[in-house]
């Protein structure tokens, strides 16, 4: 007759995994969105595989979103805002995220781009 280990006994159903509890901080979502805030966003423009190094800190530009969202009709678009004394473009949604920005450089060959287009 074989005996089994009371550990060994136990018996599962197919697919189903044995999970033991998992101790997380309480805060852990606030931490993340709070990561997620002070990273920086990168100028979106890019040439030839190669991207722009520029970037500007997620809270300037949402900062700046804010405000203009305040100013307007809370409708999606391009918005413009200083950061250290330079002008950068970026992109926001009603929802208050901001999608993308462009460095004074590629800004300013957007904005020159964009008026020959017309």
């Known amino acids: 007759m074989l005996h089994l280990q009371p550990h060994e006994a136990r018996s599962h159903r197919a697919g189903e995994l044995e999970r033991p509890g998992v101790v997380i901080q309480m ?21 030839q595989g190669c991207s722009c190094g520029e970037a500007v800190p997620a809270a300037a530009a949402t900062a700046a979103w804010d405000r203009a969202q305040g100013l307007g009709e809370g409708l999606d678009g391009f918005f413009r805002f200083a950061w250290q004394g330079q002008g950068w473009l970026g992109f926001g949604v009603a929802g208050g995220e901001v999608r993308g920005v462009f460095c ?3 800004r300013a060959e957007r904005e020159a781009h964009m008026a020959q287009s017309d």
């Open 27 to 47: 805060n852990r979502l606030a931490q993340a969105r709070e990561c997620r805030e002070d990273r920086p966003l990168k100028c979106v423009a890019s040439r």
């Open 104 to 106: 004074p450089t590629h």
